[in-house]
Every structure is written in C-alpha cells, then in structure tokens.
C-alpha cells in the first residue's frame, strides 16, 4: 500500500475516531498505571528490531502500555480498540485501593483513594486520553469492541505491522487479526493471567500456535508469536 493511500486511510480512520474537542485537559489528570503482568520488554524489543509503522493495541485500559510503544519509536503509530466501558471499568477501578497491583504501584494509601476519585470524576477514557495527547498526532483512540474494530480497520486497506492484544481471554481476537493480516506480527497480554481459570489466555495462544505453526516467546505475563 503506497504511503500516500495509508495517510489516507489513517486520516480517515481519525475523522471517524475523533479525539474530543475540549479545553480542560489540564484539569484531567493522567495516571499512567498499568495491569500488565510483566514481560514487555519482549514487546519493547519488536519495536526496536522490527521497527513498526503501524500497530493495534486491543484494550487500552489507561493508555500506560500505548506511552510506552509510542514513546520508543517516534515513527509509530497506534490505533487503539477499547470499548471504555465506565460503567464497568469505574468501579473495578476503585476495587483496585488496598491490593496488591494498585499498592505496589503507588505505595500509599491517599494517592490510591486520589486515583480511584479521578477515574470516577472524569472516566477511564479520558483520563487516558489525558496521557496520551502528547501523542495524539500517532494515537487514534477506536472506541469500539474487538474484533469489530479489527474489521473496520481493514476496510480500510490499513495493514498493521503489530497487533498486540490484551482484552478478553477468547480467541476471536487472535483468529480474527491473523486471518485479516497474516504477515502482521501478533503479541499480547495475560499469558499468567488466571491460574486458578487454568490459565484461559495461554491454552487460546497455545491451541492457536499448535494450529497455526507458530511458535511461542512468553515472559511473565507477555506473549509474542513467531515462526
């Protein structure tokens, strides 16, 4: 796809997916906190090595692991699928004060009730939006559900270079990006998430690997497929 079609298309996918118009950001802090279980210095390596142009992150939470895609490469650019849904997100937010994720990224007890008040007064989105604007000339914030995102963005001709995942623990995400990209590079989140579930993000990468001819790069809790 020739440079010039992909501006394009990216520009048209930010006219559909616009970031909100406003003039209080300032007033909306960012908390660059993250779920993730560790390992994506795997994820940080792709991008150093492999050098993408284009990548989709599903499930961007509050937007710390899409700073930190952006911020080593300034040629990135990241579409971002999250249904933001604050409803439930609000509330799981404040469930997090006193445990341990929360606890060990701010150790004390005020700044986890000050993060759990933000989240409720300005919603997950925005409060995520809040820390990406530096970046929103390389950041499209796709509010919808995955895999419907997916299909929207090849019917734009886009073809990202990355897909990294770290929404629901189903397949559909994973079958679904390889099937629209094949070439694409896919990674992801959760691969120790769930012990007690038998750990239902791994056996969806393992089976999919196993099927597809893949193998598998796992730290912690970051998985990355390879041939």
């Known amino acids: 796809m020739a440079q010039r079609l992909i501006e394009d298309s990216l520009q048209a996918l930010r006219r559909a997916h616009p970031w909100p118009e406003r003039n209080d950001w300032a007033v909306i802090p960012p908390w660059p906190y993250a779920l993730g279980g560790g390992g ?79 989240i409720a007064a300005n919603g997950v989105r925005l409060t995520a939006l809040s820390l990406l604007r530096p ?12 895999p419907d995102g997916l299909h929207e963005i090849a019917a734009t001709g886009l073809k990202p270079d990355l897909v990294y995942i770290d929404a629901d623990k189903k397949p559909e ?3 679904t990006a390889h099937r629209l990209w094949p070439e ?41 497929l390879t041939r």
Request: glycine share 6%; aromatic share 10%.
């Open 184 to 224: 694409a590079i896919i990674a992801g989140d959760d691969w120790h998430w769930g012990r007690t579930k038998g750990y239902p993000m791994r056996r969806v990468v393992e089976e999919f690997a196993a099927k597809n001819g893949f193998a598998i790069t796992a730290d912690h809790g970051t998985w990355v």
């Open 40 to 118: 994506r210095e795997l994820v940080d390596a792709l991008i150093r090595v492999s050098r993408p142009r284009l990548m989709v992150e599903i499930g961007v939470f509050l937007g710390a692991s899409t700073k930190r895609w952006l911020d080593i490469s300034p040629r990135l650019t990241v579409i971002g699928i999250d249904p933001w849904d604050e409803l439930r997100l609000i509330p799981q937010c404040r469930r997090y004060v006193g445990r341990p994720a929360l606890t060990r990224a701010y150790p004390e007890l005020e700044i986890q009730e000050r993060f759990a008040a933000d």
């Open 135 to 146: 970046y929103r000339n390389r950041f499209i914030p796709m509010q919808a559900t995955s």
């Open 173 to 175: 995400d994973l079958e």
